[in-house]
């Protein structure tokens, strides 16, 4: 049988894998552990849990089977014209979308490149990456919004601490920083966060915004937030993402 040919099938199918290990003429054979195949131009790396790529949302992009794509009565997720919009007329609304959760990460690199459109009802719409999801109530969130600010946030227990103020015992004031590094809205912004296994590094357009300590958290999925304010709805358009590993960043990277 073509272990390696159904293993393939069962991934793309977001499946487990059954046979993941034979063992011919006396010598173990692993398919799936570090896994990783081509198709086009799109390149899947699996890793234990962890599913590292890059993409650009093609038609033909073979991981747009892992997005989150059914529609909510409150938000719309579709993957058109080489972009994944999430678009909601909600106010005051934070939503996130996932990758398939049943990928995993501890150590891990996001590169982020996405707009808010510019006919949202607010400028101070944000969007960005969920990272260490572990229920609706509990992740952490690195965003930037239209205004030209970015914050870092945790949700645990459904209460929302931005982990640069005093709920976090930081010293910053304000819940959004404005940085000259971002981009307004309607403009494109490309979100890069290195995820260690206690400190978080982040860039915006190639700029360094943050360096810090954080753990409340362990491993688990990503994916892209979205939120709202009380003037209305909004439309985040997501133009690529890669997902790399990655070594735990340090400060001697700022």
């Known amino acids: 049988d073509n272990y390696v040919s159904q293993a393939l099938d069962e991934v793309l199918a977001g499946k487990s894998v059954t046979t993941s290990k034979t063992k011919?003429?006396?010598?173990?054979?692993?398919?799936?552990?570090?896994?990783?195949?081509?198709?086009?131009?799109?390149?899947?790396?699996?890793?234990?849990?962890?599913?590292f790529f890059f993409t650009d949302f093609a038609d033909d992009e073979p991981t747009n089977v892992y997005w989150q794509r059914t529609p909510t009565?409150?938000?719309?997720?579709?993957?058109?014209?080489?972009?994944?919009?999430?678009?909601?007329?909600?106010?005051?609304l934070a939503t996130t979308s996932l990758l398939d959760p049943q990928f995993i990460?501890?150590?891990?690199?996001?590169?982020?490149?996405g707009t808010i459109s510019e006919d949202s009802a607010s400028p101070s719409s944000a969007f960005g990456i969920v990272f260490r999801y572990q229920d609706d109530e509990n992740y952490n969130v690195f965003a930037v919004d239209g205004r030209g600010r970015y914050s870092i946030w945790k949700l645990e227990n459904d209460v929302w601490c931005e982990l640069r103020t005093a709920c976090n015992g930081g010293d910053a004031t304000e819940e959004w920083e404005i940085d000259d590094a971002i981009l307004p809205i309607g403009q494109v912004n490309t979100l890069d966060l290195i995820i260690g296994d206690d400190t978080l590094l982040a860039e915006v357009n190639g700029e360094f915004v943050l360096f810090m300590d954080e753990s409340t958290f362990g491993r688990g999925p990503v994916g892209i937030y979205m939120a709202t304010t009380l003037q209305g709805g909004t439309t985040a358009t997501i133009n690529s993402i890669d997902i790399r590993p990655a070594e735990s960043p340090t400060s001697s990277m700022t």
């Open 24 to 51: 011919p003429y006396g010598c173990g054979v692993k398919y799936w552990t570090n896994l990783s195949f081509k198709f086009k131009t799109s390149r899947i790396s699996i890793s234990g849990d962890a599913a």
């Open 73 to 92: 009565s409150a938000v719309e997720r579709t993957i058109v014209d080489g972009a994944y919009r999430i678009a909601t007329e909600e106010r005051n």
């Open 105 to 113: 990460y501890d150590d891990v690199q996001i590169v982020l490149e």
